[in-house]
């Protein structure tokens, strides 16, 4: 089971929204994702989906993906290659849609992580080592049944991958 991820951090504020994630104005490319993807977080930060890369995470503070519920905010950041968003909160809805779509999200506190930092997160053993500046941080673990949804790319694959929900 993959519970290791290792990458850089983008740092994000407090209320990133979904129309930071998935801009409003580019509603039309909704049935075309990996262009969507092309534009993650654009409006956050204009450069973020050049800059990111596979295994990278999104690290923002309070309420992260408030706003509308679209299920094209967390697929497309999982699209651009982040392996986690760790945020001091998330958005109910939010929260739930990137489970369902394979995307760990992980509340902890992130004041001491800074952009650019390299982390190495253990979502079974619940710690952040921030390899940049030697601390560990900690966040409740994941239960082995949500690193089962993840690793099987979401809750519809895990489903048929299964021929149900199955956790045990």
Request: charged share 25%; hydrophobic share 40%; proline share 4%.
């Amino acid at each position: 089971m993959d519970t290791i991820y290792k990458g850089k951090a983008f740092k994000f504020g407090d209320d990133i929204s979904t129309d930071h994630i998935a801009p409003g104005r580019l509603f039309h490319l909704r049935t075309n994702l990996p262009e969507l993807a092309k534009h993650v977080l654009e409006d956050a930060d204009p450069e973020f989906a050049k800059k990111v890369q596979k295994g990278d995470f999104v690290v923002a503070g309070n309420n992260f993906g408030l706003g509308s519920s679209r299920e094209h905010a967390p697929t497309i950041i999982k699209m651009a290659g982040v392996s986690a968003v760790l945020a001091k909160s998330f958005a109910r809805i939010f929260y739930r849609n990137a489970i369902n779509v394979g995307l760990p999200v992980l509340i902890c506190d992130t004041d001491k992580i800074c952009d650019g930092d390299r982390l190495e997160v253990d979502l079974a053993g619940g710690t952040i080592r921030d390899l940049t500046n030697g601390i560990t941080l900690t966040f409740s673990p994941l239960p082995d049944a949500m690193i089962r949804i993840l690793n099987d790319g979401g809750l519809v694959a895990h489903i048929e991958k299964n021929g149900g929900f199955n956790i045990d």
